[in-house]
C-alpha cells in the first residue's frame, strides 16, 4: 500500500529565508504527487502538482524518483505563506481518479 | 460558484445516535469523494461517488458508515450508532474530471460524539 510522510509536523523560519517542507512516500509504481494548502479560516487548496512543473506563489517541488521524496521549496517566505501543507500521492492513470493518500501534514510559520 | 458545500460544520452527537453529513459538489462537478480526519493525522480517503452509484467504498467502515450520492440533492455520509472514536472532521470533495488529482474541498463537517 502506498504511504506519504511528512516529517515534520511544525516548521518555523523567518520572513525572506528559504524554506523546504519534506515529504517522502511509498509506492512500487508510478504515482503522480501534489502538494494542498489550507490557510487559516480557508478550505484545503490544490497549490502544485508535479506533472505541470510550475511555480505556484514562488513554491517548486521536484519529484524524486530515486530518493521517492517531493520536497516543497521556496527561497525566500513571507508571510502570507503561513498555513498547513499538506503532500498527497495519486496512483497514475485514469482510473484511480481522486482517490489520494494524504500526508500528516507540516504547519509552516513564517515569523516577521 | 460557492464551491463544495457542507452542512451541517458541526455537529455534536451522543453515543448510539445517528449522524447525517450533507455535501453539494461544486456545480458541473459529478464526482463526490469522502475524508475523514481523526485527531493529529492526515486525510483519510472513505469513498467515492458518482451521481447514483458508489464507485470505491474501499476506505469506508465495514459497520455503520455508508454514503450515498442520489439523483437528485446533495451527497450524504450516514453513521448509525457513533460511538466516541467516530469523532473527526469529515470533508467533502469534488471534482470535474475523472482522472484528476485536483479535488475541490469543502469547509468540513466537524463531528463531535459525547
Known amino acids: 500500500a502506498q504511504r506519504v510522510t511528512q516529517p515534520e509536523k511544525l516548521l518555523s523560519v523567518f520572513k525572506g529565508a528559504p524554506v523546504e517542507l519534506k515529504c517522502n512516500y511509498s509506492?512500487?509504481?508510478?504515482?503522480?504527487l501534489f502538494w494542498y494548502v489550507q490557510y487559516s479560516r480557508q478550505r484545503l487548496q490544490l497549490l502544485l502538482r508535479h506533472i505541470s512543473r510550475e511555480s505556484i506563489k514562488g513554491f517548486t517541488a521536484d519529484l524524486n524518483k530515486g530518493e521517492t521524496s517531493f520536497h516543497l521549496k521556496k527561497p525566500f517566505a513571507q508571510e502570507e505563506d503561513s498555513a498547513m501543507y499538506y503532500c498527497a500521492l495519486k496512483l497514475a492513470g485514469g482510473t484511480s481518479y481522486g482517490k489520494l493518500t494524504f500526508g500528516q501534514g507540516t504547519i509552516l510559520t513564517v515569523h516577521p | 460558484n460557492a464551491g463544495v458545500m457542507q452542512n451541517p460544520r458541526h455537529l455534536v452527537r451522543r453515543r448510539g445516535q445517528e449522524a447525517r453529513l450533507r455535501c453539494s459538489p461544486m456545480?458541473?462537478?459529478?464526482?463526490v469523494y469522502w475524508y475523514r480526519q481523526l485527531p493529529e493525522e492526515g486525510l483519510k480517503f472513505m469513498v467515492y461517488l458518482q451521481k447514483e452509484n458508489i464507485i470505491d467504498e474501499s476506505g469506508m467502515p465495514k459497520e455503520r458508515f455508508s454514503a450515498e450520492f442520489p439523483k437528485e440533492g446533495p451527497s450524504i455520509l450516514r453513521i448509525q450508532q457513533v460511538v466516541r472514536g467516530d469523532s473527526a472532521a469529515y470533508f467533502c470533495?469534488?471534482?470535474?474530471?475523472?482522472?484528476?488529482?485536483?479535488?475541490?474541498f469543502g469547509e468540513g463537517s466537524r463531528l463531535t460524539v459525547l
Open positions: 509506492y512500487s509504481g508510478s504515482p503522480e
Open positions: 456545480k458541473g462537478h459529478s464526482h
Open positions: 470533495a469534488s471534482s470535474q474530471a475523472i482522472s484528476t488529482g485536483e479535488l475541490f
